[in-house]
């Protein structure tokens, strides 16, 4: 059985140790008293090694090699492998007890995003599951689950499907260890927050890795990952070391309106709140503290005195939009979702000014 993950092989059967001593000992014509005798051990103690309920130690194993002409090498390595064989059949005896905790995360979905291997074997397919959330158990799995996801149950309004959520922001986390970033530093991210407003006006294939690259020599490590169903999830921040951020963005809604207001709200959160928060963005989250960072995420890309103009000018054509968005240097499809947001025009209205998000997710 190849381990695709790790690339090791692992023979679905092992032959325990114990079984090349006897062999040994019929050829030469040896008793297990005899070679008791020639180790300094008991009989009993030989024969438990032999019926492999004792190990064979290091030093057992240098006196095999003096008494029975095979190096010691060959006893550690047959007594590693025999070892290694039966905690992984004790390991899979446990994880069969478990194949209906499959059902609680969306396993298919994951496989198709290619975040897991494929595997036929439901057992398999748990041990890849635990794997990929670091976790040795679904015991210490469970306790990951209480301290990531259990504020957001019930903040939410809409029910959230806690497998896939705990899935996506995990699928963040292995994602950033690949950013490199400089030690995070509050001020350094206010002045890239300047740069990455501007930003908002070039086509989205060049203003993300340049958000990425300021963000990253901030502190900040970006990472924009594929939202999986029923996790209605816009955005998370959170602390991945007292020096790394992490903002991982969903591009839920697939247009440059929402995603800059996802990102700039979770620039908010790492601005204005304790490290030790971890803030998801759901579907109408109720918290005071979502309501400082879309406060914070509105008056960033269109400036309190641009939008009081805004508000009493009434625009509502596509080419006064255009205009003032121009005159002001702000995206008109960031302007046409704030006009949204508050009210100010249906939400099917001037939709074509706003741009379709093309770059992909992970």
Request: net charge positive; glycine share 4%.
């Amino acid at each position: 059985m190849l381990n695709q993950n790790r690339n090791e092989y692992q023979p679905d059967t092992v032959t325990p140790p114990g079984f090349y001593i006897q062999e040994k000992l019929d050829e030469l014509g040896m008793s297990q008293t005899d070679l008791a005798a020639r180790i300094g051990r008991t009989k009993k103690t030989v024969n438990e090694i032999i019926t492999g309920k004792a190990p064979i130690e290091p030093e057992t194993a240098l006196q095999l090699e003096r008494v029975l002409g095979i190096p010691a090498r060959f006893w550690n390595n047959a007594e590693r492998q025999y070892r290694d064989h039966m905690v992984r059949q004790d390991e899979r005896a446990r994880l069969e007890r478990h194949v209906e905790r499959l059902q609680q995360f969306p396993v298919k979905e994951m496989c198709r995003l290619g975040w897991l291997p494929k595997r036929t074997d439901p057992v398999q397919m748990l041990s890849e599951l635990l794997s990929y959330f670091g976790a040795a158990s679904f015991e210490t799995l469970d306790q990951i689950d209480l301290r990531t996801c259990a504020a957001f149950r019930q903040s939410a309004v809409h029910r959230v499907d806690d497998g896939a959520l705990l899935a996506w922001l995990r699928k963040g986390e292995l994602d950033a260890r690949d950013i490199c970033c400089r030690p995070f530093q509050k001020e350094k991210l206010r002045s890239a927050l300047l740069e990455i407003r501007a930003l908002t006006l070039r086509p989205m294939e060049e203003a993300i890795p340049d958000t990425v690259r300021l963000c990253a020599e901030s502190g900040v490590a970006v990472v924009f990952v594929a939202e999986l169903p029923r996790t209605r999830t816009w955005g998370a921040t959170r602390w991945l070391t007292t020096d790394k951020a992490l903002m991982q963005l969903s591009a839920r809604g697939k247009t440059n309106d929402q995603l800059w207001f996802t990102f700039f709200h979770e620039a908010g959160h790492l601005l204005l709140h304790p490290k030790k928060d971890i803030f998801i963005e759901l579907d109408n989250t109720e918290d005071s503290r979502e309501d400082e960072a879309n406060r914070f995420a509105a008056d960033h890309l269109i400036p309190p005195n641009t939008w009081l103009l805004l508000r009493r000018m009434k625009l509502r054509s596509t080419f006064e939009i255009q205009e003032f968005a121009r005159q002001y240097k702000i995206a008109p499809g960031i302007l046409v979702g704030r006009m949204q947001r508050e009210k100010m025009i249906p939400w099917s209205h001037l939709n074509t000014l706003k741009t379709k998000l093309e770059f992909k997710a992970s």
